[in-house]
């Protein structure tokens, strides 16, 4: 069965600080994306990157960076220096190559950032 | 080009009563899902369409959720009658449909969301 798990369920940190939000996941298919998105408090839901099974390299992207680890079905998603404006809640998610073309995303539970100035 | 976008933005009403949601997709996508998220859990799928098809509707939660897709465009999503558990932000997205092409995951859009409130 497919499952991602966001063991912090929140996590305060004051700005400048470096963060690390968890993400494990459990899938059966050798074929899958994971994503991280995340929903500031206008609601809406931010696509931040996606990353499928055959591609293992750490990404950086400006302040973001993520750690993908097959060995440990980890996910991971740090942000540096971290900023006010990075808070927010940050949901990893999980899709398997679905038949009919249902690639429908399995969610963590999500991790509330807060940032204090 | 326009995104996906969902009317309303917000709902309130009162247990016992209906709600429908509106979900209309980019232009051209032919895969739709709606997606909900219950105060302080995950965000859990409730179904996809293909065109006017329902793919697959496992997610929906009983019998009181109707989903739709008339001419393959728009959706909605009516609750009837609505109960207290029912509240939470109601997510939309669509899809193109890349099969058979390099990379051919079919990324989700999603629209800004409805918040539905229940008392």
């Known amino acids: 069965a497919q499952k991602v798990t966001q063991a912090q369920t929140e996590i305060s940190v004051v700005e400048k600080e470096d963060v690390t939000l968890d993400c494990v996941y459990e899938?059966?298919?050798?074929?899958?994306?994971l994503f991280w998105y995340k929903q500031p408090p206008s609601g809406e839901l931010v696509f931040l990157i996606r990353r499928n099974s055959f591609d293992e390299q750490n990404e950086i992207s400006g302040r973001y960076s993520w750690n993908f680890q097959k060995s440990t079905s980890s996910f991971n998603f740090t942000i540096t220096a971290s900023q006010v404006v990075d808070s927010a809640v940050y949901f990893c998610a999980l899709s398997e190559a679905g038949s009919f073309n249902n690639y429908q995303l399995i969610w963590g539970a999500g991790t509330k950032l807060i940032i204090k100035p | 080009e326009a995104g996906v976008t969902q009317f309303p933005s917000h709902s309130v009403i009162e247990k016992g009563q209906t709600v429908t949601l509106r979900c209309d997709p980019i232009?051209?996508?032919?895969?739709l899902y709606w997606y909900r998220r219950v105060m302080g859990k995950e965000i859990k799928f409730l179904l996809h369409f293909v065109k006017e098809s329902k793919q697959d509707e496992s997610g929906m939660p009983n019998n009181r959720f109707l989903a739709e897709r008339t001419g393959g465009t728009y959706s909605t999503l009516k609750v009837q009658p609505a109960e207290l558990e029912d509240s939470g932000v109601y997510f939309c997205?669509?899809?193109?449909?890349?099969?058979?092409?390099?990379?051919?995951?079919?990324?989700?859009?999603f629209g800004p969301g409805t918040r539905l409130t229940v008392l």
């Open positions: 232009s051209g996508h032919d895969n």
């Open positions: 899938t059966r298919d050798t074929t899958y994306y």
């Open positions: 997205a669509s899809s193109q449909d890349l099969t058979g092409l390099a990379d051919s995951y079919n990324e989700q859009f």
